[in-house]
Nanobody
Framework: QVQLVESGGGVVQAGGSLRLSCAAS????????MGWFRQAPGKEREFVAA????????YYADSVKGRFTISRDNTKNTVYLQMNSLKPEDMAVYYC?????????????????WGQGTQVTVSS
């Protein structure tokens, strides 16, 4: 199995930035496309962004395009999410996982057990 540990969340004002990290262990990280997901209170988990195995292709939900950037370092078994121009509607618990589907659009499903996530709070 793969163990996923997310970090980097916090409290930020609208317009601010955060960088999330996700450390993976247990299987060959570079064999999997990886993604970020989020879940706001009372809502289903949703797809945010994904990156292919080699890091050369990225995919984003329309709601975060132009503001968020996903990247990965296969030597560190880590995937990142740089979040800029944060909005109150970005507030959620953020998770990483290997997406079950990316194209034509991602959904909230992942291949591995979910980690604890990291809370992102955006104040207006």
């Amino acid at each position: 199995q793969v163990q996923l540990v997310e970090s980097g969340g916090g409290v930020v004002q609208a317009g601010g930035s955060l960088r999330l990290s996700c450390a993976a262990s247990g299987r060959t990280f570079s064999n999997y496309a990886m993604g970020w997901f989020r879940q706001a209170p009372g809502k289903e988990r949703e797809f945010v962004a994904a990156i292919n195995r080699g890091g050369g292709s990225q995919y984003y939900a329309d709601s975060v395009k132009g503001r968020f950037t996903i990247s990965r370092d296969n030597t560190k078994n880590t995937v990142y999410l740089q979040m800029n121009s944060l909005k109150p509607e970005d507030m959620a618990v953020y998770y990483c996982n290997a997406p079950l589907i990316i194209v034509p659009t991602g959904d909230g499903r992942g291949q591995f057990p979910w980690g604890q996530g990291t809370q992102v709070t955006v104040s207006s």
